[in-house]
C-alpha cells in the first residue's frame, strides 16, 4: 500500500490532516511530533479513525531524541518517548513504529562505538517492550550527515541482528550514500519502505521524479516485500504527485 508521511503536517490540528489525507490515501505514517504527538492526538485519533478508511503507521519523535547519547538522562528520556510512541501505535491500531538511532554529539564524534553500544541497548530495551504489544519496531538508514551512523547496511544489519527489529529502508537517504543497490542485500529484514526523491547529495525529500533515482528498476528489486511504502513528502500535494507516479510503476 502507498501511504504519506508529511512531517512539516505536525503544525496543524490531527483532525483537520486526516480528513486531507483521507481524500487521497488509505496509509497515513504519522510523526508524533507537536500537535501529532501522542499525548495531543490520541484522543481526536481515536475518536475520528473509526469512520475513516485509513490505516496508521507511526514515526517516532525525532526533535531532540538520541538514543545512543552519552548522557543518562537524555538517552533514558529518549527511550521512553519512543516507548510511548510504541504505546500511541498500539492504542490507534498501528503495527509499526519507526524510529531514528542514536547519532553522534560534540562528545562522541571522537568515539562512535560507544553510540552504537548505547544504541543497541536501547534498541534492545524498545523491541522487548514493542514485542509485548504485538508493534513491529523498525529502525531506519541515515542520510550522509556528519553526525549520523546507521548509513551503509552492515551499521544497520549490526544494531537489528538479534532483535526483532526489522529496517525501514529509507531510498533516498540511500542515495546520499550511494549504497541503494547494498541494501537490497538486506532486503528480507525490510518492514518499512520510505520513499522521496534528491540528487544524491542532498536529502531534499524532492517530489518522486524531480530527482536522479531510478525508480523504475528499482520496483523489479520488491517483488518479495509485501510491506508499506510511504511517501515521505514536505506538503500533501507533492505526495499526490508521487504516488501517482509511483502507481504507474507498480508500486
Not at 15 to 39: C, G, P, T
Not at 84 to 111: C, K, L, W, Y
Not at 136 to 148: H, Q, R, S
Request: proline share 4%; glycine share 6%.
Amino acid at each position: 500500500m502507498l501511504g504519506i508521511s508529511c512531517p512539516p503536517l505536525c503544525y496543524e490540528p490531527v483532525d483537520e490532516v486526516l480528513v486531507r489525507i483521507a481524500q487521497h490515501f488509505r496509509l497515513w505514517e504519522i510523526v508524533a511530533e507537536h500537535l501529532h504527538h501522542h499525548s495531543k492526538a490520541l484522543p481526536k485519533l481515536r475518536a475520528l479513525l473509526p469512520s475513516y478508511s485509513v490505516k496508521m503507521q507511526v514515526h517516532a519523535p525525532l526533535s531532540d531524541i538520541n538514543i545512543g547519547s552519552i548522557n543518562e538522562g537524555i538517552r533514558n528520556a529518549s527511550i521512553r518517548e519512543i516507548k510511548d510512541a510504541v504505546m500511541f501505535a498500539r492504542q490507534i491500531d498501528a503495527t509499526v513504529v519507526t524510529i531514528h538511532p542514536g547519532h553522534m554529539s560534540p562528545m562522541t564524534f571522537e568515539n562512535p562505538k560507544i553510540v552504537y553500544s548505547l544504541t543497541r541497548q536501547a534498541l534492545e530495551e524498545i523491541t522487548v517492550f514493542a514485542d509485548d504489544l504485538g508493534v513491529k519496531i523498525a529502525l531506519e538508514n541515515m542520510p550522509a550527515l556528519n553526525n549520523t551512523i546507521c548509513k551503509n547496511p552492515d551499521e544497520i544489519l549490526e544494531l537489528v541482528n538479534g532483535t526483532s527489529a526489522g529496517i525501514c529502508f529509507d531510498i533516498g537517504h540511500a542515495n546520499t550514500t550511494q549504497s541503494i543497490d547494498k541494501f537490497f542485500e538486506l532486503a528480507h529484514l525490510f518492514i518499512n519502505v520510505h520513499v522521496h526523491d534528491n540528487d544524491g547529495k542532498h536529502d531534499a525529500h524532492l517530489t518522486v521524479g524531480d530527482g536522479n533515482i531510478r525508480f523504475r528498476q528499482i520496483v523489479k528489486r520488491f517483488k518479495r516485500y509485501s510491506g508499506n511504502y510511504v511517501i515521505e513528502s514536505r506538503s500533501i500535494e507533492s505526495a499526490i504527485k508521487s504516488k501517482n507516479y509511483l502507481a504507474e510503476m507498480g508500486y
